[in-house]
């Protein structure tokens, strides 16, 4: 049994990691403040497509809206140079449709993560078994920050390469090649966008896995002192 409460804590850490990895995409993508201004202005986008500032957030905002499921569809309507027209293209709303349906899924998958983790941290404590669930979930942990480690040393490495591979691996269709002639989507997130928006994940992530392994360690001490 010894194993199965080692197993059972390690992948508790795991899914504290699955439910940190989405919350910190989640919290960029949709509550950190100010963000896509920023990178608008850092990105000249609004030069680059002709649009108003305001306008552009105005878009943001309902494009963000419908991957959060809020909003039924992406026809929305903009000031484009000195042309009112339709933002998003066909090819467009097909892409972030699939874009959409990951998101969704990602919070179906963080929900499924949540009650993992409650109901094995349950059972172990009502066993007693809180040492093998905090050691556990410093493993958990450990192996996650290192798949995590080497997948950034690859990006770093050839970030166009695993950047292609990862929408190869999400899609199974090319509706994510976007041509910057025609799309305006591209246009809005250029490949500095998506490398700024993997370092503030990246950060919040690590962030939370060391706070967490840190509260583990101190629960774990206390548990020995108690002994």
């Known amino acids: ?14 899914a504290l990691m699955v439910i940190l990895l989405i919350s910190s995409t989640e919290f ?8 896509f201004e920023k990178e608008y202005t850092k990105y000249q986008v609004t030069e680059e497509i002709s649009i108003e500032m305001d306008d552009l957030l105005n878009v943001t905002d309902e494009m963000m809206d419908y991957l959060k499921g809020n909003r039924e569809d992406l ?11 339709e933002f998003f293209n066909a090819k467009e709303k097909k892409h972030m449709q699939d874009v959409q ?45 290192a798949l995590m480690g080497i997948l950034a040393g690859l990006m770093a490495y050839n970030f ?7 929408h190869l691996l999400l899609f ?46 101190i629960l774990l001490k206390g548990i020995k002192t108690g002994e």
Do not use: C, H
């Open 75 to 85: 026809v929305i309507y903009t000031k484009i140079g000195n042309t009112e027209r």
């Open 172 to 217: 199974n269709n090319d509706d994510w090649i976007l041509n910057p002639n025609t799309d305006l989507l591209i246009n809005i997130v250029p490949e500095g966008f998506f490398r700024d928006t993997a370092f503030w994940i990246a950060g919040l992530f690590i962030a939370g896995a060391l706070l967490i392994w840190l509260m583990a360690w």
């Open 101 to 145: 349906k990951l998101f969704l899924d990602a919070q179906q998958i963080r929900f499924g993560a949540i009650l993992f983790a409650i109901l094995v941290s349950v059972w172990l404590l009502y066993l007693k078994k809180g040492r093998y669930l905090l050691k556990g979930i410093q493993w958990g942990i450990f192996g996650f920050m």
């Open 28 to 35: 960029v993508a949709y509550y950190m403040n100010g963000y």
């Open 1 to 14: 049994m010894t194993a199965l409460y080692k197993g059972m804590g390690f992948f508790t850490g795991i």
């Open 160 to 166: 166009n390469r695993y950047f292609t591979l990862f």
